[in-house]
């Protein structure tokens, strides 16, 4: 199993300590390519649209591409934040926004209809859930099927300082998403996603796109034709 790890912080506190957990417990053999935020990936969108006319017109293309083949390689991706003022932090808003060209509603990739994604917050007392839902809805906007969300209050600054008994949640529930994670079978794409993508195919029909460059890759895909990204020819 392919995994891609992109952490919203640079250090390894206890929001990394919870990923590397679910790692130990993945019981099935893979390989992991981590990226660590803001130092693979130091920028903000400048809001110029390049990208919707091709990713690689991004001004931040050489080192977005790295991420952008990890992304599409892994079989599972995992996300961390810690919460920060009921947020994800920082660098991972300018991550979900660097990479918006992938949102179904411009130019999603097909390779997103067949992974899993875990998406990790943790917060000193409340908020967690604040921090994973604005990337568990990016992700579903990706088009992944199957995301799961994990958040825990761990009543600390850090992993050193974190009570014994918040780390033994920790690891307990890690453990059970581990186990989770090796067993189950290939997710299939559900209704909210089918639901989704019909709606964006019918808006790319209507020219009601970002432009005529995002329809012509709809339409080189065949998906205003009928043709699905999750089927594979
Ligand atoms: C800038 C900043 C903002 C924070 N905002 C909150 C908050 O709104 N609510 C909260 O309970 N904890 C907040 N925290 C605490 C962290 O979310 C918490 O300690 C988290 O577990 C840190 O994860 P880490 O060890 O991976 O850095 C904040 C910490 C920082 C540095």
Not at 25 to 32: F, R
Not at 65 to 74: G, S, T
Not at 108 to 120: L, T, Y
Not at 121 to 150: D, E, F, H, R, V
Request: aromatic share 10%; proline share 5%; glycine share 6%.
């Amino acid at each position: 199993m392919k995994i891609t790890m992109i952490h919203g912080q640079n250090h390894k506190g206890s929001t990394w300590h919870a990923a590397d957990e679910l790692l130990k417990n993945i019981n099935v053999e893979h390989e992991v390519t981590e990226f660590f935020l803001p130092r693979d990936l130091n920028h903000f969108c400048l809001g110029c649209y390049a990208c919707l006319k091709a990713r690689e017109q991004c001004p931040f293309w050489e080192d977005k591409e790295k991420l952008d083949c990890a992304l599409r390689e892994a079989d599972l991706l995992i996300l961390t934040t810690p919460n920060y003022c009921m947020l994800p932090s920082a660098p991972m808003k300018a991550f979900i926004d660097l990479f918006f060209t992938n949102w179904m509603s411009h130019k999603p990739c097909e390779e997103m209809f067949m992974k899993r994604a875990v998406v990790i917050a943790t917060t000193a007392g409340a908020g967690a859930k604040k921090a994973t839902k604005p990337i568990a809805n990016m992700l579903l906007y990706w088009g992944i099927p199957k995301i799961y969300q994990y958040g825990l209050a761990v009543n600390a600054t850090g992993w050193a300082t974190m009570p014994e008994k918040k780390k033994a949640i920790l690891l307990k529930d890690m453990k059970a998403l581990g186990k989770k994670l090796s067993t189950e079978t290939k997710p299939g794409v559900g209704v909210k996603t089918r639901f989704l993508f019909r709606m964006m195919a019918g808006m790319q029909k209507k020219n009601w796109g970002a432009g005529p460059e995002e329809k012509a890759y709809w339409q080189e895909k065949g998906w205003l034709d009928g043709t699905k990204p999750w089927k594979k020819t």
